[in-house]
T-cell receptor
Framework: DAMVIQNPRYQVTQFGKPVTLSCSQTLNHNVMYWYQQKSSQAPKLLFHYYDKDFNNEADTPDNFQSRRPNTSFCFLDIRSPGLGDAAMYLC??????????FGPGTRLTVL | QKEVEQNSGPLSVPEGAIASLNCTYSDRGSQSFFWYRQYSGKSPELIMSIYSNGDKEDGRFTAQLNKASQYVSLLIRDSQPSDSATYLCAVKNSGYALNFGKGTSLLVTP
C-alpha cells in the first residue's frame, strides 16, 4: 500500500542534543510537509518542499532545519532541542492540488 | 491572519444520533476544505474533502460548504463510540499549505 512512513515513532533526547526525524513516502507526491503539534493544539506548519523548493514558515525557529535529498525522503533536524520543542512531529505529503496525507507521527520527548 | 475557527467541545452525542461539527474561516479566497479525524495520540486521518458549495456525502459522513457564509460543517449519521475523536477542519488558501482549526472533540456515548 502507498503510504507515509515516519521513523522513529518515539524519540527521547536530552536538552540541547541534536535530533533528526525522518519521513519517507511511496505516494510519489511532489509536496512534503513538516508539522508540529502540541497537546490540544492545531498542527502548526513548520516548512514544506515542492520538489526541491524549500518553503519556510515565517515563524519557524532557526533551530528547526529540513532536508529533502530525493522525492521519497524528507528529514527534520532540531539542532538544539529545548523543553518547549516536545511535541508530536507530523510529516504529510500531497500532490500539490489535493488532499494531504499524514504519516503516523514521531512523539518527541526532551529531558 | 487567516483564521479557521472551531468550537473545541467536547460535543457529546448518544450512540445512533447525528453529530454536527462546524467550522468557520476568514479567508474568502479559500478554495479547498477538508475534515480530518484524529484519535488521541495518533496522526490526523483524512475523512472528507469538499471544494464546491453544497453537500458531499460519503457513507455516514456528509460535508456541507457555504462559501458565502464562510462556513463548512461535517455531519456524522448513526454515530458510533468509535467515532469519538477530535475532528480537525482544514482550509487551503493559496499555495500548498493547509490552515487548521484547533479541532472539536466528539464523544459518542453508548
Amino acid at each position: 500500500d502507498a503510504m507515509v512512513i515516519q521513523n522513529p515513532r518515539y524519540q527521547v533526547t536530552q536538552f540541547g542534543k541534536p535530533v533528526t526525524l525522518s519521513c519517507s513516502q511511496t505516494l510519489n507526491h511532489n509536496v512534503m510537509y513538516w508539522y508540529q503539534q502540541k497537546s490540544s493544539q492545531a498542527p502548526k506548519l513548520l516548512f514544506h518542499y515542492y520538489d526541491k523548493d524549500f518553503n519556510n514558515e515565517a515563524d519557524t525557529p532557526d533551530n528547526f532545519q529540513s532536508r529533502r535529498p530525493n522525492t521519497s525522503f524528507c528529514f527534520l533536524d532540531i539542532r538544539s532541542p529545548g523543553l518547549g520543542d516536545a511535541a508530536m512531529y507530523l510529516c504529510a505529503t500531497s500532490s500539490g492540488v489535493d488532499e494531504q496525507f499524514f504519516g503516523p507521527g514521531t512523539r518527541l520527548t526532551v529531558l | 491572519q487567516k483564521e479557521v475557527e472551531q468550537n473545541s467541545g467536547p460535543l457529546s452525542v448518544p450512540e445512533g444520533a447525528i453529530a454536527s461539527l462546524n467550522c468557520t474561516y476568514s479567508d474568502r479566497g479559500s478554495q479547498s476544505f477538508f475534515w480530518y479525524r484524529q484519535y488521541s495520540g495518533k496522526s490526523p486521518e483524512l475523512i472528507m474533502s469538499i471544494y464546491s458549495n453544497g453537500d458531499k456525502e460519503d457513507g455516514r459522513f456528509t460535508a456541507q460548504l457555504n462559501k458565502a457564509s464562510q462556513y463548512v460543517s461535517l455531519l456524522i449519521r448513526d454515530s458510533q463510540p468509535s467515532d469519538s475523536a477530535t475532528y480537525l477542519c482544514a482550509v487551503k488558501n493559496s499555495g500548498y499549505a493547509l490552515n487548521f482549526g484547533k479541532g472539536t472533540s466528539l464523544l459518542v456515548t453508548p
